[in-house]
C-alpha cells in the first residue's frame, strides 16, 4: 500500500478523521466538499487506501505590505497596498498518525505546490499560514515561518521556498 497525496474526492472517508481539534476535523467532515465546489481553497489529502491520514488546504489572499518585513517590503513597489500570497489555511493530522512525520511531509508538498504555481499561474510572494495554537507555532517556525507584527499570521518568502530545494 502506497500514501498518496492528492485532491480530495468523495471515495476518501472524510468522517473517521480525527486530528483532535474540533475546529479541523468539522471542517474535513462537513465543509471542506462544499468550499472545493465554491472555488474558495483546494484541500489536498494524504490518504492511504481509503483512510485520509493528513490534509491541508490551499488558496490565495492578500497581506497589506506594512505587515511584511523591511527585507521584502523594499523590494516591492510602492504601489502595491496589499501583497499576493499563498494562503495554507488549514493542514491536520489524524491522531492514529501523528509522529510519523506526516505534517512535514503535507507542509512542504503544500510549499512545493505553492512554488510551482507561483512560477507558473499566479502571482504570490509567499506562503501564510494563521497558527491555530502554540503547537502549531512551533511547527511552523521549523520550516523557517516568521511572526507578522500584529497579525498572529506567519509568512514564509518563496525566495525562502526556493532554497527548500523541493
Known amino acids: 500500500m502506497s500514501v498518496k497525496i492528492e485532491l ?42 481509503t483512510t485520509i491520514k493528513g490534509y491541508y488546504t490551499l488558496s490565495t ?41 506526516l505534517g512535514a511531509i503535507l507542509l512542504l508538498d503544500a510549499l512545493k505546490r505553492s512554488f510551482t504555481i507561483a512560477g507558473e499561474s499566479l502571482g504570490s510572494i509567499g506562503v501564510i499560514v494563521d497558527p491555530l495554537d502554540e503547537e502549531a507555532k512551533v511547527f511552523y517556525e521549523k520550516f523557517g515561518f516568521i511572526l507578522l507584527p500584529d497579525s498572529g499570521k506567519m509568512f514564509l518568502p518563496m525566495a525562502d521556498v526556493a532554497q527548500l530545494g523541493l
Open 61 to 101: 489572499a492578500a497581506v497589506p505590505a506594512e505587515l511584511m518585513p523591511d527585507t521584502i517590503r523594499k523590494k516591492m513597489p510602492g504601489s502595491y497596498k496589499d501583497l499576493p500570497v499563498t494562503l495554507l489555511g488549514r493542514l491536520a493530522v489524524d491522531i492514529k498518525f501523528k509522529g510519523q512525520g
Open 8 to 49: 480530495l474526492n468523495p471515495a476518501l472517508n472524510k468522517k473517521d478523521f480525527s486530528c483532535g481539534k474540533d475546529m479541523l476535523d468539522k471542517y474535513l467532515h462537513t465543509q471542506a466538499g462544499q468550499d472545493v465546489k465554491r472555488k474558495l481553497c483546494v484541500v489536498f489529502v494524504l490518504f492511504e487506501d
